[in-house]
């Protein structure tokens, strides 16, 4: 498969370790040369504009996730049975499975526990004054209540931050990081396999569900494990990205953090704006099953196409001063959290988790003040912080 | 204007009820509703109810034509 000759190529590796801590130079050259860039490394289209990535998006007939969203056969092929990986009909029944006990209705219902869990957090983190943003604040959230919520056992928890943020590095393209994490995936499918053969899924979570849908046929059995690993993986670094990415942004703009101690209903969409600016999840591919045109573009058939979520919402033809933090504009239409029928599922659960780990710490923290030189994680598909020192600190402590 | 909801595909995210609240709200129970579902959406209110489509975050609008 070749490109056409008119369409722009790109040379550099955007998956470079280099590249993967500071994406964004590489995706403003790739905006400059067009909406659509072949990318020589990877061997692929990227679409880097916002109008033609949600083009993609929304056109899932031709833009396929059957065949993988990823940049490799191996994770693409490990993927089969995901919802993340399906089409058409089959897709909306598996989303249905599961989707309902997320959507802003069911997860309302969640409210409560979810401001208890923040509340305890947050607490323990002023304590310590000094804290880690990632540990401390923004992986404790998710990690108390997403295992609790798709119903993993006990057993093996310890395992599940390292296995999910795997499994995205995983579906980036074969090199070093996506081959060390594609065995880590492999882990946790073997896992997801013993706990839907065991059925030791805890009662009254998804994975029961998943297993009734299963025992009245709705589903096949053999795609269990793959829906538990479905919900389950994507919903600890992503919220973990955008709380630990909204503390940064905080830290670097104390006159917005003031704005929403004074004004707590901005926390709505300051949400949009925090996923806009942050992009945890980066991009991911799709298959066109027809030749079609995008940006003035010819794709041919067959060929593969990463829509590349982080840049669309950089797009100064989209947004204003796009590099620019501005809890006050209107983000609603970011694609942080992709769109149409793959956009994600669990959007709802992770908006709830973020307005209120910052609403509690709205009410308790004067300011949050950068303590260190943050670090990034390395990871093919999540772009988020590893190591986040902040202080907190409280209107007591200005007093004293 | 008129705008449909496919009643399959909303799951209830309320993004539209922020552009349009005239037009798209949700009640107690998190259930969307729609002011002119059918109807013709008036003019002052059809800006807001076009940018709700666009920004649904699950492609569940879609403006009649």
């Keep these: 498969m070749t490109a056409e000759t008119t369409v722009p190529r790109y040379g550099e590796d955007i998956y470079s370790t280099a590249a993967i801590l500071d994406p964004y130079p590489h995706y ?30 929304l056109d899932d007939e031709t833009f396929i996730s059957g065949d993988g969203v990823a940049l490799n056969p191996v994770a693409n092929r490990l993927g089969r049975g995901t919802t993340l990986n399906s089409d058409g009909e089959e897709h909306a029944l598996k989303r249905s499975v599961l989707a309902h006990r997320l959507t802003p209705k069911a997860v309302r219902k969640m409210s409560a526990e979810v401001q208890d869990k923040a509340e305890q957090i947050v607490d323990a983190a002023i304590t310590k004054q000094w804290v880690d943003g990632v540990d401390d604040l923004a992986t404790a959230l998710p990690t108390s209540i997403v295992p609790d919520l798709v119903g993993w056992p006990e057993e093996g928890r310890e395992n599940l931050l390292r296995w999910a943020g795997a499994t995205f590095d995983s579906l980036g393209p074969l090199n070093r990081h996506a081959v060390t994490a594609t065995k880590a995936a492999g882990e946790m499918l073997a896992f997801s396999r013993r706990v839907v053969r065991d059925r030791s899924v805890l009662p009254g979570s998804m994975g029961a569900d998943v297993l009734a849908a299963a025992d009245e046929n709705r589903i096949e059995r053999s795609q269990c494990p793959a829906l538990m690993i479905d919900y389950l993986a994507p919903s600890l670094d992503t919220t973990i990205g955008a709380i630990s990415g909204a503390l940064h942004l905080f830290s670097q703009h104390p006159d917005q953090w003031a704005s929403v101690r004074a004004n707590p209903d901005l926390l709505s969409n300051a ?8 992009s945890p999840l980066r991009a991911f591919s799709r298959r066109a099953v027809r030749e079609v045109e995008v940006g003035g573009v010819v794709i041919p058939r067959d060929a593969r196409v990463l829509v590349v979520y982080a840049s669309a919402n950089r797009d100064p033809r989209q947004w204003h001063d796009p590099d620019s933090f501005d809890i006050t504009r209107d983000a609603s239409g970011q694609l942080g959290f992709g769109s149409g029928v793959h956009g994600c599922a669990g959007q709802g659960l992770a908006r709830l988790e973020t307005q209120t780990l910052l609403r509690v710490l709205a009410e308790r923290v ?23 020192p902040l202080r907190l600190v409280t209107a007591e402590r200005i007093a004293s | 204007m008129k705008i449909d ?44 109810a076009r940018s709700a489509v666009g920004v649904c975050p699950v492609a569940a609008l879609r403006e009649q034509t």
């Design chain 1, 366 to 388: 004067e300011r949050i003040e950068p303590a260190g030189t943050p670090s990034r994680a390395v990871n093919n598909v999540i772009h988020r912080f590893d190591r986040l």
């Design chain 1, 28 to 57: 403003a050259e790739l905006r400059a040369l067009g909406p659509v860039v072949w990318l020589s490394r990877q061997k692929v289209y990227a679409v880097v504009r916002y109008a033609e990535c949600k083009q993609v998006l």
């Design chain 1, 271 to 278: 949400v949009n704006e925090i996923v806009r600016y942050t």
């Design chain 2, 5 to 48: 909801v496919d009643w399959d595909r909303c799951e209830g995210h309320g993004i539209c009820a922020e552009q349009a609240p005239e037009v798209f709200s949700l009640d107690d129970e998190g259930e969307l509703h729609h002011a002119y579902d059918g109807a013709d959406i008036p003019d002052e209110f059809a800006a807001g």
